[in-house]
């Protein structure tokens, strides 16, 4: 089952939201539509956000047929799909490929669309054999029994069209053979991993244990972890990398611990524009997200929160950046972009 997907005359998508208690989709055919499922994290992850912009495109320009929008409109609208979630580049690089295509008209921004999924799902199993080549070779004793990793936030096949990521990494592993425990910290204050990829790992049988998010460097410096495995929102020309919040103390603490960092991303990811992570803008989102649970307020009534969506891990922790095409190995100097 792909997490996005084009059926008929609509994106079905899964909803993010109601996992792991409901496995339930919405149907999205308005550009209204799309950016609240967008922003209220329906449809989440980067690659995922990639397709969620190509797709974009091609109900916006639908919604113009129907509803007769000039130019000016059905491009204000594909603006805001654009700038839906600034931090995640794939939300803006699926919006700009299906773009090139409104000349020619909807057909072949459909015909686009649907190209950015399939190499997308392509991508990812690509990714997840490489990658899982990588962190034996890094992890150096291949026949250890149970390979320890941890991971954060999800970066399975929900964020993405299909397979995953970072998780894609895990899941090719255990596809393999390879005997693999997986740390799954919780992801304040959204909970995609006690969520999101504690609810995959569990469908595909990969034995895990869910942390809280601050026990990780403390289980990588005891030595309990083999490799840090994660995804990445957007990676910078240097090798600089935008996760989920919570990536860089992870990073720290393997650098420190002599663990390797390895990083799971589509090329499509990595931004040629920004040379630095310094020049990437993380998303804030609302404190109440922090301030409360489930609509349950736990703060103090005049408590306030900043509540960063992302962090910066500098191109010197990270060991390997993966990609469908090549391994990157930024601690060592080497560059992606
Ligand atoms: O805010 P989210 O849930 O979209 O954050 C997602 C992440 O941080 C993922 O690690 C990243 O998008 C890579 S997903 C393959």
Redesign the pocket.
Known sequence: VRSIDWRDDRIVLIDQTALPHELRTVEVTTVDGLVDAIVR?AV????A?GAAGALGVLVAVRQARREGWDADTLHAAIDRVRAARPT?VNLAWGVDRARTRLAEGAEAVEREARAVLAEDAEANRAIGERGADLVAELVGDKDAPNLSLHT????GGL??VEW???LGIVRTLHERGRRIEVFVDETRP?L?GSRLTAWELADLGVPYRLVVDGAGPGLIARGLVDAVV????RIAGNGDVV??VGTYPLALAAARAGVPFVVA?PESTIDRNTPTGDEIELDTRDADEVLGWAGVRTAPPDADALNI??DLTPADLVTAIVTERRVVRPAAGEKPG
């Open positions: 994290l989440r992850g980067a690659p956000l995640a954060h936030c999800n970066s964020a993405t995953g990521t970072a959204l995609q994660v995804g990445a929102d996760n989920k991303a969506a992302f």
